[in-house]
């Protein structure tokens, strides 16, 4: 297994990419199936679940170690240097202090993963493990060696790491390591924020979609709430027009039954007129009785009037306030005693006249 160092010595003649190669560098990083990796910020938790490699690197980069329980100070030291760095880059950029996460076993060996947290959102991500006697188990004393490095999700160990002289790769001092590092935290930087300003942009358009296909189902649910309410309605008013045409075809056949008996009476009443007319002249005797019960045809006289005035007063509209059911309440009795006094001939036309008023009536209240 090939080692390469990281020199923790000052290093006044560390020297980070020339332009060309950083551009170089970054061409590789940003292609079009890598450029979400490394403008999209990785989450400690998410890094320290998923990034563990299936078989042990063939070339472990030796750079950064330290003991476990000194880890907090050496990545403090890291990052002072780092952002020294940046400072001579890009007078905006901050890199935050490391996030540890706890030792975290694979079936190779037990891996620690430290974060920071730059202040245009960037994440910087180092992954240690601690090859002792034991590789699964991490102890105080176990001096841990970073060998892996991530700008965001991209994986930048090979670009950052190594010191390339020739075809061999040799050691590098903490001061390069960190300038390489700061150059490609200020080189993506723009992309990164412009990158965060598209996704915000998209997710703010989605939860406008979101919410606007909320309204429209809240509005879709109103409107079938008002559908079902009208439908219901509308039985009702089928069951009260059934309601009223039954009892519109009862009074009906109420109205047709009077007529008939106003009809059969009237037939009685010319029966009778015409068994008078071939009776003989009325002699003394029956002109003394008949004088015998005038006081019985004065009382008569005077119902005569009063159920006359009650028909009369219904053509007059005086019950019209009762509705055309009251109207027949009121005028079927009067009527059917004219009939039963052998007046239904001398009043025909007066009844006649009130039973078309009550039709009329009903008619306009009940329409077909």
Not at 228 to 246: I, P, S, V, Y
Not at 335 to 347: H, N, T
């Amino acid at each position: 297994m090939n080692k390469l160092q990281v020199h923790l010595d000052y290093d006044p003649l560390a020297k980070g990419f020339d332009s060309i190669t950083l551009e170089e560098w970054f061409d590789q990083l940003s292609t079009a199936d890598s450029l979400d990796l490394l403008t999209e910020p990785l989450p400690l938790q998410v890094l320290d679940d998923a990034f563990y490699p299936e078989d042990e690197p063939a070339l472990i980069l030796d750079m950064v170690s330290a003991k476990y329980q000194r880890l907090p100070r050496t990545l403090a030291a890291l990052r002072r240097v780092i952002q020294k760095k940046l400072a001579t880059l890009d007078g905006n950029l901050v890199i935050g202090d490391a996030t540890i996460s706890k030792p975290r076993k694979n079936k190779l060996f037990a891996t620690v993963t430290a974060q920071f947290i730059c202040s245009d959102g960037q994440t910087l991500s180092a992954q240690f493990h601690a090859p002792d006697k034991d590789p699964l188990i991490v102890n105080q004393n176990d001096t841990l060696i970073a060998y892996r490095w991530l700008l965001n999700k991209r994986d930048i160990t090979h670009i950052v790491s190594a010191k390339q002289n020739g075809n061999t790769l040799t050691d590098i001092s903490l001061d390069e390591l960190a300038f390489k590092l700061a150059q490609l935290i200020s080189g993506n930087s723009a992309k990164f924020i412009e990158r965060q300003q598209q996704l915000k942009q998209a997710q703010a358009e989605l939860q406008a979609a979101d919410d606007e296909l909320t309204a429209l189902e809240n509005q879709a649910t109103e409107l079938t709430t008002q559908i079902a309410e009208q439908q219901q309605k509308h039985q009702d008013l089928e069951e009260e027009n059934q309601t009223l045409t039954a009892q519109r075809d009862e009074l009906k056949k109420l109205l047709e039954e009077m007529l008939a008996e106003i009809e059969a009476a009237k037939a009685e009443a010319d029966e009778k007129r015409q068994q008078e007319q071939q009776q003989p002249q009325t002699t003394t005797s029956e002109i003394t009785a008949a004088n015998d019960g005038d006081n019985t045809s004065a009382d008569e006289n005077d119902e005569e009037q009063r159920l006359v005035k009650i028909l009369e007063d219904i053509l007059e509209g005086k019950y019209d306030h009762l509705g055309s059911f009251g109207i027949f309440d009121t005028l079927e009795p009067p009527a059917d005693r004219l009939i039963e006094m052998g007046l239904g001939e001398k009043y025909d036309e007066l009844i006649g006249n009130v039973a078309e008023y009550y039709a009329r009536k009903d008619a306009e209240e009940h329409p077909l």
